[in-house]
């Protein structure tokens, strides 16, 4: 009877551990296709095309009972075969999101803001060649020449484009020419063909700012230039650049600049860039002359904020320096802490080797924990857990030690002399 019931309990255990381990390797798969889809939608955006069929093609496979991960698979995959050139296989495509859709129309289906431009284009292609590739398939069923014409409905979403675009190009060279008053005016007919449309943010954008309404401007050209989409980042950026300028935020101005890839537009702003970098040369040295004194820090802060390098220059300059204020520093490195957006991760390294070179450990510590970089578990980030790692190991602190090499190790195999501290039995 005992062996009956010992049986019957190992069977239950058997079972409940299978159940367990089939969930759990359900769940790390579904992530597995999950972050290929992450990646390969990422590589469209970057504009490598050809790298992000990959994973469209295994994520496809691997989230097939998921409707709504499947609709966007097909929409990227299709758009990463248009711009190649693979007009069959993204019509193909097509045709399996309006199946998954449920949909025959096109119009109906959901699309993802910054793929917007894209989508119309595509769409309209489809649109025009749908049932002229229909008939190429199914040569042997009769289908008369009014199957194969654009429907009336199509014609006129055709047609609204072409006007859309005509308009557009039209209000665009009134701002250029700073004709603000017709710009009003055709911003107004836009809004009747297409109103949530991007490139109408964009138009107004550029209206505000000719108008030197320069915060509303900054508000408006921060979607398009987050967006990337119909080609309008560089000038987006270029109005965000001078916008940022004139509302001395010049830390902003800086970054927008560095993003904009034309010639033209980055020539155009060099004059007020080369002023801002004389700027921030001048406020670092008077920083560093005050002792690092709060107030004319935090001012700078903000004046540059999203400048990130900006404690890291102020600490090479003070290291560098013919005298080195340990309290200073200590000060640098509180206020930069509580202004994220200045400092990188060289600066945060950089800090905790200063003192750990002093000797003051505790200090050390607590600068690597305080970083923002600590609340981030990812590769980037690996050297702020390794020298936290060291330095516990230094303080005899063995399981905090041990417990910040384990999170090297799943970051990367081998880093650096991490298997000396995952295998010391001192903890």
Do not use: C
Not at 392 to 406: D, L, V, W
């Amino acid at each position: 009877m005992k062996k009956q019931h010992l049986t019957l309990l190992v069977t239950v255990l058997i079972t409940v551990l299978l159940l367990t381990t089939s969930i759990f390797s359900q769940s790390s798969d579904r992530n597995f296709y999950l972050n290929l889809l992450k990646e390969g939608k990422n590589l469209y955006l970057t504009g490598d095309y050809r790298g992000s069929l990959e994973n469209f093609r295994i994520s496809e496979f691997g989230l097939y009972e998921e409707k709504e991960r499947l609709q966007e698979v097909y929409l990227y995959y299709a758009l990463a075969n248009y711009k190649l050139n693979r007009g069959n296989d993204a019509f193909t495509l097509v045709e399996k999101l309006k199946s998954i859709s449920g949909t025959k129309n096109l119009e109906d289906i959901s699309i993802p803001a910054e793929l917007q431009g894209d989508i119309n284009i595509l769409f309209s292609s489809i649109d025009k060649n749908y049932n002229k590739r229909s008939l190429y398939k199914n040569k042997s069923s009769k289908i008369s020449h009014r199957e194969i014409k654009p429907s009336l409905k199509n014609k006129k979403k055709l047609l609204g484009q072409e006007n859309f675009k005509d308009e557009f190009v039209k209000v665009r060279k009134l701002l250029h020419s700073n004709n603000l008053k017709g710009a009003k005016k055709g911003i107004k007919n836009l809004k009747k063909l297409k109103k949530n449309d991007i490139r109408i943010t964009f138009l107004n954008g550029i209206l505000l700012f000719r108008d030197k309404k320069y915060k509303r401007s900054i508000s408006e050209l921060t979607k398009v230039s987050k967006l990337k989409a119909f080609g309008l980042s560089d000038e987006a950026g270029y109005y965000l650049s001078l916008s940022h300028y004139f509302e001395k935020n010049y830390g902003q101005a800086i970054a927008y600049y560095q993003k904009i890839e034309k010639k033209d537009f980055k020539e155009k702003l060099e004059t007020i860039i080369t002023k801002v970098k004389k700027e921030r040369e001048a406020r670092i040295n008077n920083i560093i002359k005050s002792n690092i004194n709060k107030k004319i820090f935090n001012e700078f802060a903000d004046n540059f904020r999203g400048d990130i390098y900006i404690a890291l220059d102020i600490l090479k300059k003070m290291i560098n320096g013919e005298r080195i204020i340990v309290k200073n520093i200590t000060n640098l490195v509180t206020y930069s802490l509580k202004n994220p957006n200045i400092y990188e991760i060289k600066f945060i390294l950089l800090s905790s080797e200063f003192f750990t070179k002093k000797n003051d450990l505790n200090n050390s510590i607590s600068i690597l924990k305080r970083s923002k970089f600590f609340r981030s578990e990812i590769k980037d980030n690996i050297d702020i857990f390794y020298d936290l790692g060291i330095l516990y190991y230094k303080q005899k602190e063995y399981r905090k030690s041990f417990e910040m090499m384990t999170k090297v190790n799943k970051l990367h195999k081998n880093y650096k002399n991490v298997k000396f501290y995952l295998t010391n039995k001192k903890r």
